[in-house]
């Protein structure tokens, strides 16, 4: 896997290639989603130290916070509401430079400033997101939407 990821060239993208098979060793044989959506949260925080690192899962018409690591969360979002739920809504990563300009922006935290968020899409259908938040404008490029998307698909085969 990690070498299909080094396509986009750059300090980023070597640090995605080398933490990828460190996320499948963390993963491994297990088979708890929990457990494995905790690994990955950490992983990514701790090889970018990012703001915030979770997921959000889909229950009952509406994302639920999951495991993440960083500062308190919101609990649930609707549905095309602010980033995670637009993501959700539209089933496609989207990348913030700046989440003051992003209409509807739920501030959980007034210290993110930028954010990526990446569907989690088995069968078709989203059954999550990844919300990955900095607390600098303009974190997140293609770079990051090209690894994270590899990683999300690779993630709802093995959760």
């Not at 993208?13 to 460190?22: M, N, R, S, T, W």
């Not at 959506?37 to 703001?51: D, I, M, S, T």
């Not at 078709?124 to 999300?152: K, M, R, W, Y």
């Amino acid at each position: 896997m990690a070498e299909d990821l080094v396509k986009i060239e750059g300090e980023k993208a070597i640090i995605y290639a080398g933490l990828f098979p460190q996320i499948q060793a963390l993963v491994g044989d297990e088979s708890d989603a929990v457990a494995n959506f905790a690994n990955v949260a950490a992983a990514l925080k701790e090889a970018f130290g990012f703001f915030w690192v979770g997921f959000y899962l889909v229950k009952n018409d509406e994302l639920v916070l999951g495991p993440f690591q960083g500062p308190v969360a919101c609990t649930r979002i609707q549905r095309g509401r602010g980033v995670c739920g637009e993501s959700w809504d539209k089933a496609e990563t989207l990348v913030v430079d700046d989440v003051e300009t992003f209409p509807g922006h739920i501030a959980c935290s007034s210290l993110s400033k930028s954010e990526i968020v990446v569907p989690l899409i088995r069968n078709g259908e989203v059954i999550g997101v990844l919300d990955v938040d900095s607390d600098e404008i303009a974190t997140f490029d293609e770079v990051d939407a090209l690894h994270l998307n590899q990683l999300c698909s690779w993630l709802v085969t093995v959760i």
